[in-house]
C-alpha cells in the first residue's frame, strides 16, 4: 500500500540555522500538506499546496517558512532561521482529491 | 471558523469491553469529519471518514463513528476493544467544498485498554 514518507525522523538544529524537511507524497496524489505537533499540544495545521503553489496557510507560516516540489516527487518545508519554538514534530500529508489526507511518520524537529 | 472537541483526555477501558471516544465539531454549513489514530513514535494513521449517506460509518480495525447532525457530534466507537488499540485518537473536521481545504483536529483522546 502506497504510503508517505518523510526524512529525517529526527532533525537537531542550532538556533537561527536553516532546515529542510523532506517528504515524498503519494504518487498520484494532487494536494500536499504540512502540519504540526508542538508536544502535548494538537495538530495545528501550516500550509498546503496545490498546482505547484500554495492555496492555503495559517497564521504560524510566516516568512520564515516556505515550501516547495522541486521535482515530480518530492515535497519540501524550509525554515529559514529557527527558534526555540519551533521544535515540534512536523507532518507532510498528501490527498488524491478525494477527501481523505495521508500522513506521513513526521520529523521530530529539536531546536536548541 | 472550524473546530473540534474531544472532552476526554485519556479513556480507559477494559479488553472486550465496548469503547467510545467522543468527538463534537463546529464548522460552516456540512462538514466532513475524520478520525485518524496514532501509535507511539508513528505517524496518523487514517481510521474512517463521514462525507455523506448513511450516519453510520465502517473503518478500519473494527472501528466505527456515528455522524449526528443535531449534536454535531462524530463519537468512534468499537464493539469490543483490544489491547493493541490502546493509542492516540484524534477527531478532525474540514467543511464541505474543495478537497484542498485543511484539517482542524481535536486535542486527541488516549485510549488504555487493560488485559
Known amino acids: 500500500e502506497p504510503e508517505v514518507t518523510q526524512t529525517p525522523s529526527h532533525q537537531v538544529t542550532q538556533m537561527g540555522q536553516e532546515v529542510i524537511l523532506r517528504c515524498v507524497p503519494i504518487?498520484?496524489?494532487?494536494?500536499f500538506y504540512w502540519y504540526r505537533q508542538i508536544l502535548g499540544q494538537k495538530v495545528e495545521f501550516l500550509v498546503s499546496?496545490?498546482?505547484?503553489?500554495?492555496?492555503?496557510k495559517s497564521e504560524i507560516f510566516d516568512d520564515q517558512f516556505s515550501v516547495e516540489r522541486p521535482d515530480g516527487s518530492n515535497f519540501t518545508l524550509k525554515i529559514r532561521s529557527t527558534k526555540l519554538e519551533d521544535s515540534a514534530m512536523y507532518f507532510c500529508?498528501?490527498?488524491?482529491?478525494?477527501?481523505?489526507?495521508?500522513f506521513g511518520p513526521g520529523t521530530r524537529l529539536t531546536v536548541l | 471558523a472550524q473546530s473540534v472537541a474531544q472532552p476526554e483526555d485519556q479513556v480507559n477501558v477494559a479488553e472486550g469491553n465496548p469503547l467510545t471516544v467522543k468527538c463534537t465539531y463546529s464548522?460552516?454549513?456540512?462538514?466532513?469529519l475524520f478520525w485518524y489514530v496514532q501509535y507511539p513514535n508513528r505517524g496518523l494513521q487514517f481510521l474512517l471518514k463521514?462525507?455523506?449517506?448513511?450516519?453510520l460509518v465502517k473503518g478500519s480495525y473494527g472501528f466505527e463513528a456515528e455522524f449526528n447532525k443535531s449534536q454535531t457530534s462524530f463519537h468512534l466507537k468499537k464493539p469490543s476493544a483490544l489491547v493493541s488499540d490502546s493509542a492516540l485518537y484524534f477527531c478532525?473536521?474540514?467543511?464541505?467544498?474543495?478537497?484542498?481545504?485543511?484539517?482542524?483536529f481535536g486535542g486527541g483522546t488516549r485510549v488504555l485498554v487493560k488485559p
Open positions: 499546496f496545490y498546482n505547484n503553489e500554495i492555496s492555503e
Open positions: 500529508a498528501s490527498g488524491g482529491g478525494g477527501n481523505t489526507q495521508y
Open positions: 478532525a473536521v474540514r467543511p464541505w467544498g474543495a478537497a484542498g481545504n485543511k484539517l482542524t
Open positions: 504518487s498520484n496524489h494532487l494536494y
Open positions: 463521514y462525507i455523506t449517506g448513511d450516519n
Open positions: 464548522v460552516s454549513g456540512n462538514p466532513y
